[in-house]
């Protein structure tokens, strides 16, 4: 199975801050790669597809880059409604496979 | 409303089983891939399973190979899971999504964007 590692497992940051998550694939898997958010009690939501492509309707501020194993998640200027719980998940190979997660609190 | 609804989740002993189903409405469910994906309290998301727009190709993940069966009925616009042999490790939020399938020439393939997903359903296994 791919494993793929998010970093970090957590962080805290503030309005307007600049956030970065980074995911790592143990294979290289092109740009197999999708984003998720996932708030408290609610469904994932797909926010980028494709490792860089915006999903229709979700905010300008999220974006996503890298390919092969090395890929970067950024929320430009972070709103109160971004704080989550972020997923990356590949589709290069089966079994589907998602990181552990990373969690953004306030700071 | 574009939507997916699961149900059928609850307590069940170890050894036991359980039906859950996946309700789909406005879309066009035969034009989908659908799965299932899980979620231990506290914990990240499994990918567990999926099956096939026409229910041609089906898969199961190594955690509950032989434990599980995934069908869906499209004129009924639904997704089932059949749970047996529960475990404690199995206790979850069972969430079911769609990923839109492609089809030309006989064959199929999805792009695996999991762009919907239901509120889940709690599976419970304890004694």
């Known amino acids: 199975d791919i494993q793929l590692t998010q970093s970090p497992s957590s962080l805290s940051a503030s309005i307007g801050d600049r956030v970065t998550v980074t995911c790592q694939a143990s294979?290289?898997?092109?740009?197999?790669l999708n984003w998720y958010q996932q708030k408290p009690g609610k469904a994932p939501k797909l926010l980028i597809y494709?490792?860089?492509k915006l999903e229709p309707g979700v905010p300008s501020r999220f974006s996503g880059s890298g390919s092969g194993t090395d890929f970067t998640f950024t929320i430009s200027s972070l709103q109160p409604e971004d704080y989550a719980t972020y997923y990356c998940?590949?589709?290069?190979?089966?079994?589907?496979?998602f990181g552990q997660g990373t969690r953004l609190d306030i700071k | 409303q574009v939507q997916l609804v699961e149900s059928g989740g609850g307590l069940v002993k170890p050894g036991g089983s359980l039906r859950l189903s996946c309700a789909a409405s406005?879309?066009?469910?035969?034009?989908?891939?659908m799965s299932w994906i899980r979620q231990a309290p506290g914990k990240g998301l499994e990918w567990i399973s999926y099956?096939?727009?026409?229910?041609?190709?089906?898969y199961y993940a190594d955690s509950v190979k032989g434990r599980i069966t995934i069908s869906r009925d499209n004129a009924k616009n639904s997704l089932y899971l059949q749970l047996n042999t529960l475990r404690a490790e199995d206790t979850a939020v069972y969430y079911c999504?769609?990923?839109?399938?492609?089809?030309?020439?006989?064959?199929?393939?999805?792009?695996?964007?999991?762009?919907?997903w239901g509120r889940g359903t709690l599976v419970t296994v304890a004694s």
């Open positions: 999504a769609r990923s839109r399938a492609y089809c030309g020439t006989g064959r199929c393939y999805t792009d695996w964007y999991l762009d919907l």
């Open positions: 406005g879309f066009t469910f035969s034009d989908y891939y």
């Open positions: 099956i096939s727009s026409s229910d041609s190709a089906i």
């Open positions: 294979h290289d898997i092109r740009n197999y």
């Open positions: 494709d490792a860089s």
């Open positions: 998940q590949q589709f290069d190979d089966l079994p589907l496979t």
